[in-house]
């Protein structure tokens, strides 16, 4: 079975801040992806990084880094000198084939992030 | 490209009625997805087209939903005799084909069912 956890339910920091989002996730498969969505108060869901599961470099792009460690099975998300844009609910998901060949999404319940000005 | 596309954006109705939402994809992405999101979780998949092919429908999906993609283009996902119940954010996503490839979503129909 395939399980995201992220239990942080909300965090608030005060702008210019760094914040780390936690995930774990769980899977029997040797091959996986890993991916965060950012979904602001419009509701769509932007994507931020897909990562596979070959793959343990450390991300960065901007003021976004991402650490990846299959030993704790852990795909944590970070913003440096948080800004109040920042503001949204933030979903790690895991990616998996199905029998049928579909590639679902399986989401954590998400983390609530507040930046306050 | 434009991005994915859904109408309406706010639907509400009252129990029992049948409403029906369209997702318009990215053009040229084979894959079509509709996920369920309800108030403080995460979105948990429906179903899937892989062109007008509906290849896997979740246990979520009662005999009360259905879904199409009649082109291989725009979909649409119907709900009969809505209940409190299916009140929640109906998603959409489009990939093209291909291993692990990125799902784009669409900004939502909000349902609220009286």
């Known amino acids: 079975a395939q399980k995201v956890t992220q239990a942080q339910t909300e965090i608030s920091v005060v702008e210019k801040e760094d914040v780390t989002l936690d995930c774990v996730y769980e899977?029997?498969?040797?091959?996986?992806?890993l991916f965060w969505y950012k979904q602001p108060p419009s509701g769509e869901l932007v994507f931020l990084i897909r990562r596979n599961s070959f793959d343990e470099q450390n991300e960065i792009s901007g003021r976004y880094s991402w650490n990846f460690q299959k030993s704790t099975s852990s795909f944590n998300f970070t913003i440096t000198a948080s800004q109040v844009v920042d503001s949204a609910v933030y979903f790690c998901?895991?990616?998996?084939?199905?029998?049928?060949?579909?590639?679902?999404?399986?989401f954590g319940t998400g983390t609530r992030l507040t930046i306050i000005p | 490209d434009t991005g994915v596309s859904q109408d309406p954006r706010h639907k509400i109705t009252k129990r029992g009625q049948n409403v029906t939402f369209r997702c318009d994809p990215i053009s040229e992405h084979n894959r079509l997805y509709w996920y369920r999101q309800t108030l403080g979780q995460g979105p948990e998949f429906l179903t899937y087209f892989q062109n007008e092919a509906q290849l896997e429908k979740s246990r979520l999906l009662s005999d009360r939903f259905s879904a199409e993609r009649p082109k291989g283009s725009f979909s649409t996902l119907e709900i009969q005799r809505t209940e409190q119940g299916d009140s929640a954010m109906y998603l959409c996503a489009s990939s093209p084909l291909g291993a692990k490839n990125i799902q784009y979503f669409g900004a939502g129909t909000r349902l609220s069912v009286l």
């Open positions: 899977t029997r498969d040797t091959t996986y992806y």
């Open positions: 998901a895991l990616i998996y084939s199905s029998n049928f060949g579909n590639e679902k999404l399986t």
